[in-house]
């Protein structure tokens, strides 16, 4: 008997159940001489412990928005150790994230803390996130499960999803890192889920958590999130945080003595907050200590892998030391580097760029030229800064969202910059210098005051160590090779949520698996910056597309392989994409989708060669009828390249689905599908017309068969349709 086992065995009911809520605001329950208790604190870009009314130091790194820009699951794999580490340091066994929740709306207020737009870019961070923190001994907890795409209304809103949309979009941010990286806890979301909420929700916290995807974890409430005790219980909620909630434990008391609940299903909770304890405290060490001048580096090169260059016109970045420059903007000293909400961290060390460029002895004249507190134009800072930049060369303004408009617990209300940052952008646009724009943000902003810009950084919500990292990469210290984990569209209007997000009280999500880019490309619109979109200050060309087949089966792996060389004279790193694009597909499916990346280092004229597999999912959309991923047999095209909107290399598989869903042929269905099924169109053909002496020539393939009989002047019986289609049925067998 394992020893959880034996723990299980020797508590009394109500031992048990005061298991399931928490013995305060962070930590589980412990039980006198059988469990002990353990810790959780906030994440997910840094520890934030709370200790005496405040958090303790520890390392600020890019917030998820910004990490994500690097597409690197080895950097974040890093982060995740020096969480772990930091956690171990400070006696915490679980830290609360990542989240992985899908932005729908630029505007969602958490968005700096989620990572994309797209599910294999956010569960594979989180993978390399999660396998971080967990090789250090210490859990990770991923949330918020599922659909809290908003911050307005958050704690009841019932998002509306319909199954394809959660499984494609919604839970496939989750399903990778479950399944792989394997996270010590869950946390199940404030918001309902088609009618349930998600803390007390079967289909979400058991059919597809633990039946489908494998979960042996435990699943935690978000602070507040669950309700009903013993439904939580029987979903599949495992601890109610924060705690203590004496009445709760008392409810599943009762209702095991009343037989509403049964002691196998309180067992089977209970058993995994065992295993969970017993994790947590075997793998304390005491007295560790965490290398913090390490991690603070580490924060830096985070910082600098995950900035985008946006724009680059007439290479004016990298700066010289020797240029003349004016730092306009108050970001420059107020730097921004992470949201605010529960995520918020306490640093160990926060440099602005003022000191980030004296501590590299670069000369500049700073002028500070609007507030972050308010929108108002302040006419003194604004000519302050004119007569700086005047004296200028160069122009060098930090724009961005202030902390004040990006937090957990409200939605943004504008995709827009503040009106005293684009007016002071304009004045000094006018003395026609160059000009060198750095974001400071943790999600897109509206751009289209940016056409006098010669350049532009975007360094989002980059960390305690964000000044250091932007100094570097303006100056040529780093070379640029973030690419964007989010589409920037032209304008809020254009989004597929304009016109109703945030909704209160019920948010349908009409727009389906239309989210993000797999909406501007089905629409064609044209879009400020694409998802996956990033310069470098060198130069990349793909050659050479090579694909193991041509034709395979849906239960075949695929290779796709080709060449990208650095064309430039400086070394560089190269995020490289594939998409996938069915040619004809049975259902209304995104025009392409990212199915594949690897980010390469090269130095100048170097070239190397990339190769990236394909398995089932890299070709399936979820079917509502089988309720599983299903692949349609036609041509695929395989399309490679440096963004979603910039894919030289494209190739082509065909690619057949052993499909055979028996109930495929009913007298309502139509005559064929091309796609679904082994049937060919010849087949049918013979059939009808060899068989039954019929005349199909002049029929629409969409034809239900019901409509045979009618068309058949008189040779076709309802009875002879019956046997046809039973005889159908045999041969798909
Ligand atoms: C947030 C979670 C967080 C928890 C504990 C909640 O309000 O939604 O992300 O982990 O508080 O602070």
Same mark, same amino acid.
């Given at each position: 008997m394992t020893k959880a086992m034996e723990i299980?065995?020797?508590l009394t009911l109500e031992e048990k159940a005061s298991l399931t809520s928490g013995k305060d605001c962070w930590r589980t329950v412990d039980i006198d001489g059988k469990l002990a208790s353990i810790m959780m604190s906030d994440g997910p870009h840094g520890l934030r412990k709370e200790e005496n009314g405040g958090a303790v130091p520890a390392t600020c790194f890019p917030s998820s928005a910004t990490i994500a820009n690097s597409w690197d699951e080895d950097l974040i794999y890093k982060i995740g150790e020096a969480l772990g580490e930091e956690c171990l340091a400070n006696d915490v066994q679980v830290i609360l994230g990542p989240g992985v929740n899908i932005k729908r709306s630029p505007l969602c207020g958490r968005n700096?803390?989620?990572?994309?737009?797209?599910?294999?870019?956010?569960?594979?961070?989180?993978?390399?996130?999660?396998?971080?923190?967990?090789?250090?001994?210490?859990?990770a907890c991923i949330k918020h499960f599922a659909a809290n795409n908003q911050e307005t209304d958050r704690f009841s809103v019932n998002a509306i999803i319909d199954e394809r949309t959660l499984r494609e979009i919604y839970l496939s941010s989750f399903e990778e890192a479950v399944k792989e990286a394997k996270p010590w806890m869950i946390m199940s979301a404030y918001n309902k889920l088609n009618g349930d909420y998600c803390s007390e929700n079967k289909y979400l916290l058991t059919d597809v958590l633990r039946d489908d995807w494998g979960y042996e974890g435990v699943v935690v409430s978000d602070w507040g999130a669950a309700n009903e005790p013993v439904?939580?219980?029987?979903?599949?909620l495992d601890i109610r945080m924060p705690g203590p909630v004496p009445s709760a434990n008392a409810a599943i008391v009762e209702a095991v003595k009343f037989g509403e609940l049964s002691m196998e299903e309180l067992n089977k909770n209970v058993l995994r907050i065992i295993e969970l304890v017993e994790k947590g405290i075997a793998s304390?060490?005491?007295?560790?200590?965490?290398d913090m001048t390490a991690h603070n580096e580490l924060a830096v090169k985070a910082a600098e892998e995950s900035a985008v260059l946006l724009k680059n016109n007439n290479n004016v970045l990298p700066l010289d030391k020797s240029d003349k420059i004016a730092l306009i903007g108050a970001f420059a000293e107020?730097?921004?580097?992470?949201?605010?909400?529960?995520?918020? =961290?306490?640093?160990?060390?926060?440099?602005?760029l003022l000191q980030a460029l004296d501590d590299k002895n670069i000369t500049y004249t700073y002028a500070k030229g609007f507030k972050t507190e308010d929108d108002l134009i302040d006419d003194n800072l604004v000519s302050e800064a004119v007569t700086a930049a005047e004296k200028s060369d160069i122009i060098v303004m930090c724009m961005g969202l202030p902390f004040r408009m990006e937090s957990e617990g409200f939605d943004r209300w504008t995709m827009s910059l503040p009106i005293n940052q684009i007016e002071l952008f304009n004045k000094l646009s006018e003395l026609g210098k160059p000009m060198v724009v750095v974001l400071f943000q943790g999600s897109p902003v509206?751009?289209?005051?940016?056409?006098?810009? %010669?350049?532009?950084?975007?360094?989002?919500?980059?960390?305690?160590?964000?000044?250091?990292?932007? =100094?570097?990469?303006?100056?040529?210290?780093?070379?640029?090779?973030?690419?964007?984990?989010?589409?920037?569209?032209?304008?809020?209007?254009?989004?597929p949520t304009a016109l109703s997000f945030p909704e209160k009280g019920t948010a349908s999500y009409v727009e389906g698996v239309y989210v993000g880019y797999r909406y501007y490309d089905k629409k064609k619109l044209d879009v400020m910056y694409p998802f996956g979109y990033g310069l470098s200050y060198t130069t990349f060309e793909y050659s050479d597309l090579k694909i193991s087949a041509t034709d395979i089966s849906e239960c075949d792996t695929l290779e796709v392989s080709f060449k990208v060389k650095n064309t430039g004279d400086i070394a560089g790193k190269e995020i490289a994409e594939l998409y996938v694009e069915p040619t004809y597909p049975s259902v209304s499916r995104p025009v392409r989708e990212l199915k594949g990346f690897k980010k390469i280092s090269l130095e100048p004229g170097e070239e190397k060669t990339v190769t990236m597999t394909l398995d089932k999912r890299g070709f399936a959309y979820y079917d509502v009828e089988t309720h599983d991923w299903q692949v349609d047999t036609t041509v695929y095209k395989i399309h490679v390249g440096a963004s979603s909107r910039n894919l030289p290399l494209v190739g082509s598989i065909k690619v057949n689905s052993s499909r055979?869903?028996?109930?495929?042929?009913?007298?309502?269905?139509? =005559?064929?599908e091309l796609n679904a099924n082994p049937v060919s169109k010849e087949t049918l053909n013979?059939?009808?017309?060899? %068989?039954?002496?019929? %005349?199909?020539?002049?029929?629409?393939? %969409?034809l239900p068969l019901s409509k045979l009989v009618g068309f058949s002047g008189g040779k076709l019986s309802v009875d002879m349709l019956d046997r046809f289609v039973s005889e159908l049925n045999e041969r798909i067998k």
């Open positions: 299980l065995n020797s700096f803390e989620y990572f994309s737009e797209d599910p294999l870019l956010a569960t594979k961070m989180a993978s390399g996130h999660i396998r971080g923190v967990q090789s250090k001994g210490v859990g439904d939580g219980v029987k979903a599949g304390k060490v005491a007295d560790y200590e965490a107020q730097v921004r580097y992470q949201g605010g909400g529960s995520s918020c =961290v306490n640093a160990t060390e926060v440099s602005n509206e751009m289209e005051w940016s056409k006098n810009a %010669d350049s532009i950084l975007a360094m989002y919500t980059g960390g305690q160590a964000v000044a250091k990292a932007c =100094v570097n990469l303006l100056f040529g210290g780093a070379n640029p090779c973030g690419k964007l984990s989010e589409t920037w569209g032209l304008k809020l209007e254009n989004n055979t869903n028996k109930a495929f042929f009913t007298t309502d269905s139509r =005559v064929y013979k059939l009808l017309t060899e %068989d039954l002496k019929l %005349d199909i020539s002049a029929l629409s393939i %969409d």
